[in-house]
């Protein structure tokens, strides 16, 4: 399969040293970023899923076409095909997240949220380049 070309790609990071969890979009056509956010000290998988939600609101928002998102995390994936995440961690965003995907359900049914393939396509263009 070949790289994608159009669509919205997120990525997830998160950094140990400075207890900063972040995520962000890039319009994968354009390399242009659609938003970026932080929510202090959480996990990976945590910015990788509302990044995730983030792409969904923004599409829904601003009638972006193609309706694919593209993410590296499996997990965030997982959370969002069940639209609730399997953190212990409590904090407001993930609870505003899930009530969100739980709202849009039908709204949410024509977006795709595709597994970004780092082995054959290099990394998403919405990586922070931080990996040591």
Same mark, same amino acid.
């Given at each position: 399969m070949m790289r994608p070309q159009c669509g919205i790609a997120t990525d997830g990071a998160h950094s140990v040293k400075n207890r900063l969890t972040r995520f962000r979009a890039v319009d994968i056509a354009t390399g242009e970023e659609l938003f970026s956010g932080s929510i202090g000290n959480q996990t990976i998988n945590i910015g990788e899923f509302l990044g995730v939600v983030e792409a969904v609101k923004y599409i829904i928002a601003n009638h972006y076409t193609p309706r694919i998102i593209y993410t590296d995390s499996m997990t965030a994936i997982a959370w969002f095909? =069940?639209?609730?995440?399997?953190?212990?961690? =409590?904090?407001?965003?993930?609870?505003? =997240?899930?009530?969100?995907l739980k709202a849009f359900a039908a709204e949410i049914e024509s977006i795709e949220v595709r597994h970004w393939d780092n082995d054959g396509w290099g990394e998403t263009p919405a990586d922070f380049g931080e990996k040591s």
């Open positions: 095909q =069940a639209k609730r995440t399997a953190s212990k961690k =409590a904090h407001p965003a993930l609870k505003r =997240a899930e009530i969100f």
